[in-house]
């Protein structure tokens, strides 16, 4: 965690088209050549059973990158229960052996109702014990890679920057398994802009201020996944705010990553000239430079 600044780091994978790491790795020294740096932080992503490190974070460490890895969750049941303790024995050991700090993102955004780990799709019939379990769940994960001496593993716990659906049972303080099991919160927001029937044009401060308001006190946050359109306002200015309001009204905000993909709608850095000087700017800023 820099003293002061924030690390910038990204997930690169602009065509949102996986081939194999070596493709991976061009699409990222790409990305680096266009915006005249090196990003601080590479995000990749795993399905609960795939293996990792698969040779992308080895690589990351070599280049004088942190690796973030962003690890899907399954059944929150199965995972408390003991049933996948070979699985994650297997993945701590894989991480300890980078002897490198690597970032790990587990069964992040719970408090969507998109995913298989979220509460709404893990609630027992007639009870909202989605939250419950999905923290016995993540205490089973972090206590096989203490047990297994994986120190170097730092631990983000990354919720929405809004609970869907918006009531009480599912607020991201329900799923917050404590202190003790948590190093870094993240969040992830977009700001959709007009291009759904339910969305508006939202600020940084909008889309961000309310979780990081609950834990910036005892944690440092990460913006771990983040992105704008173009559709309803000007994306460079909204990114040129977006590192004002991060200088000057979120300290505790140590790492930023954007979320350079064309997928539901074209979150890229370069989806135009004024988003690409915009981005360009923020990361030659000596607050991102850390």
């Given at each position: 965690?820099?003293?002061?600044?924030?690390?910038?780091?990204?997930?690169?994978?602009?065509?949102?088209?996986?081939?194999?790491?070596?493709?991976?790795?061009?699409?990222?020294?790409?990305?680096?050549?266009?915006?005249?740096?090196?990003?601080?932080?590479?995000?990749?992503?795993?399905?609960?059973?795939?293996?990792?490190?698969?040779?992308?974070?080895?690589?990351?460490?070599?280049?004088?990158?942190?690796?973030?890895?962003?690890?899907?969750?399954?059944?929150?049941?199965?995972?408390?229960?003991?049933?996948?303790?070979?699985?994650?024995?297997?993945?701590?050991?894989?991480?300890?052996?980078?002897?490198?700090?690597?970032?790990?993102?587990?069964?992040?955004?719970?408090?969507?109702?998109?995913?298989?780990?979220?509460?709404?799709?893990?609630?027992?019939?007639?009870?909202?014990?989605?939250?419950?379990?999905?923290?016995?769940?993540?205490?089973?994960?972090?206590?096989?890679?203490?047990?297994?001496?994986?120190?170097?593993?730092?631990?983000?716990?990354?919720?929405?920057?809004?609970?869907?659906?918006?009531?009480?049972?599912?607020?991201?303080?329900?799923?917050?398994?404590?202190?003790?099991?948590?190093?870094?919160?993240?969040?992830?927001?977009?700001?959709?802009?007009?291009?759904?029937?339910?969305?508006?044009?939202?600020?940084?401060?909008?889309?961000?201020?309310?979780?990081?308001?609950?834990?910036?006190?005892?944690?440092?946050?990460?913006?771990?996944?983040?992105?704008?359109?173009?559709?309803?306002?000007?994306?460079?200015?909204?990114?040129?705010?977006?590192?004002?309001?991060?200088?000057?009204?979120?300290?505790?905000?140590?790492?930023?990553?954007?979320f350079d993909v064309l997928k539901e709608a074209d979150w890229r850095a370069d989806s135009s000239a004024g988003s690409l000087s915009a981005y360009?700017?923020?990361?030659?800023?000596?607050?991102?430079?850390?």
């Open positions: 965690m820099p003293s002061t600044g924030a690390l910038f780091g990204a997930y690169v994978d602009p065509d949102n088209r996986w081939v194999d790491n070596r493709a991976a790795m061009d699409e990222v020294t790409a990305f680096e050549s266009m915006i005249g740096r090196k990003i601080a932080i590479n995000q990749h992503y795993y399905g609960f059973s795939q293996t990792f490190p698969s040779g992308l974070e080895q690589w990351d460490i070599a280049n004088g990158r942190i690796p973030l890895v962003s690890w899907m969750g399954t059944s929150l049941t199965a995972i408390a229960g003991g049933s996948y303790d070979g699985t994650i024995t297997a993945r701590a050991d894989a991480l300890k052996a980078l002897g490198a700090p690597v970032f790990l993102r587990f069964a992040w955004e719970m408090n969507g109702d998109w995913y298989a780990w979220d509460g709404s799709h893990n609630n027992d019939s007639g009870t909202y014990n989605g939250p419950a379990k999905y923290i016995a769940a993540w205490r089973r994960v972090h206590d096989i890679f203490a047990a297994r001496g994986a120190t170097n593993v730092v631990w983000v716990w990354a919720p929405n920057h809004e609970s869907v659906p918006n009531v009480s049972w599912n607020n991201w303080r329900n799923y917050y398994p404590g202190d003790a099991y948590v190093d870094w919160v993240g969040i992830d927001g977009y700001n959709w802009g007009t291009t759904r029937s339910w969305s508006s044009w939202k600020s940084f401060p909008t889309l961000f201020s309310d979780v990081y308001r609950d834990y910036a006190p005892s944690k440092p946050i990460m913006i771990s996944e983040i992105g704008s359109v173009e559709q309803g306002g000007d994306k460079g200015a909204w990114i040129s705010a977006a590192s004002s309001s991060i200088k000057t009204s979120f300290p505790a905000i140590k790492a930023f990553l954007w360009e700017a923020m990361g030659r800023d000596s607050y991102f430079n850390p």
